[in-house]
């Protein structure tokens, strides 16, 4: 979706011919139709692919089909995708992928399988095509081509500490000069306590500097070029880098959400940036259950514009089976998964879910699931999906990105050397269309 507002995508209508396509062709849906045969699946270790995977059985129950499932850590699940597609090995027939960032590249290079008609055309009778965010839906096409459905919708809050907030004197931050007043306050506090951790790994570090660069007022890209030297540019490379440096934890270069959500959970940081979907890992074992809150992150001169992305299902152009596997992407993406993975912290990209009465009684038995919730609304309302740069290139930009902002974590280069560095770098990337 580039720069443009996720809120603008939201409410797209859905035309009707869609709907009473899909209705008047899943009458006969067989679900027993690909029984016996094998269908392997790229996953993503992260809670999205974890919480979807407590159903594998229900999976191989209801369509007599084996999943073989082949799951890495994010960066390792990345390169193995490119190792299996640039060789057009029918290795894998289904994989998780994120459309705002390798979405026009892969495409481009003809990875994805066109799910358009099977989208459609061979649906059961409950898949409710039309229930799905038409936003992550759109996202996800690509020169008219729909190559992933939507698994969830995220984007990262700022998870916090009630207790060591109210034991330091620190209001909930409003704005991001409050957060980092407050990180300082806390240090001076509580030194054995974390006051601030964000992503500072290179190619995570897109993620959340996006979200802050949209809140200051700052764009990627102005007139055709690479932007990270403008003012606002600066400021925020200057603002994010200072915060992980002076509050950050040890090693904060290496952080990604797997040692984010670690550091939180195990109480040794007052506040956590990081996404959404981490909710059910900083939860696990219950010991933040009572002490967190959440919030989008807080606003800057441009208000509140918070990274709104989603992991997105796609079946492999080189899939021997990708009726089979078009299969497994839709049980992955109905209404009745979408819900049971709601139920542990993953948020659907159906709307509907959220007046289910099942997942209504989740959210209302615990304060912060209800924080969560409205968290995501503003998401859903205000987000923006530019993460990175807005060129078939995106994720070579996330690199550039992160090293311009650990430089500086470092003390490596000046705010002035980083940016110039980045821009040049970036200003190729961005020429070679």
């Not at 992928?97 to 066109?114: H, I, K, M, N």
């Not at 096409?141 to 459905?149: A, P």
């Not at 989603?310 to 979408?338: C, D, H, L, N, R």
């Amino acid at each position: 979706m580039n720069a443009r507002m996720f809120a603008a995508r939201v409410a797209l209508p859905v035309l009707a011919v869609v709907a009473v396509s899909a209705q008047a062709n899943a009458a006969d849906f067989d679900w027993k139709k690909f029984q016996g045969k094998t269908v392997t699946f790229l996953a993503n270790n992260n809670p999205v692919g974890q919480a979807l995977l407590t159903y594998k059985a229900d999976f191989e129950k209801l369509t007599g089909i084996t999943l073989k499932v082949d799951g890495y850590q994010e960066q390792q699940m990345r390169q193995r995708l490119v190792t299996v597609m640039n060789a057009r090995s029918d290795e894998v027939d289904v994989f998780m992928t994120l459309p705002s960032r390798e979405g026009e590249q892969f495409a481009v290079s003809g990875w994805y399988a066109d799910l358009s008609a099977m989208s459609k055309n061979e649906v059961a009778t409950d898949y409710d095509l039309a229930g799905l965010s038409q936003a992550l839906l759109k996202a996800g096409t690509f020169n008219g081509k729909l190559t992933s459905m939507p698994m969830n919708i995220e984007g990262p809050i700022l998870y916090y500490r009630t207790d060591i907030l109210k034991k330091c004197g620190v209001e909930k931050p409003a704005t991001i000069k409050d957060l980092e007043a407050a990180a300082q306050k806390i240090k001076a506090c509580d030194s054995t306590i974390t006051p601030f951790v964000s992503r500072g790994l290179k190619p995570a570090v897109a993620y959340t500097f996006s979200n802050m660069l949209h809140n200051i007022g700052g764009t990627y890209m102005a007139n055709g070029k690479s932007n990270l030297c403008s003012a606002k540019g600066k400021e925020t490379l200057d603002t994010y880098s200072r915060l992980l440096r002076e509050y950050g934890p040890p090693g904060v270069v290496n952080y990604s959400f797997q040692q984010i959500s670690a550091l939180y959970r195990g109480g040794r940081a007052a506040m956590s940036f990081e996404s959404s979907n981490e909710l059910r890992t900083v939860m696990d074992g219950g010991e933040r259950l009572k002490d967190t809150g959440l919030t989008p992150f807080p606003a800057g001169e441009a208000g509140q514009v918070p990274t709104a992305i989603g992991w997105g299902m796609a079946v492999s152009a080189y899939s021997k089976e990708p009726s089979a596997a078009w299969y497994f992407v839709q049980w992955a993406t109905s209404p009745e998964i979408q819900k049971r993975t709601a139920l542990q912290g993953i948020a659907p990209p159906r709307p509907a879910v959220a007046n289910d009465p099942e997942y209504r009684k989740w959210i209302d038995a615990e304060p912060v699931r209800k924080e969560w919730q409205a968290a995501l609304d503003v998401l859903a309302t205000k987000g923006s999906s530019e993460v990175g740069y807005p060129i078939v290139a995106n994720p070579q930009s996330r690199e550039f990105i992160g090293q311009a902002v650990q430089d500086l974590i470092l003390k490596q280069k000046t705010v002035d050397q980083a940016c110039a560095d980045a821009d040049k770098a970036l200003d190729a990337l961005i020429a070679q269309k």
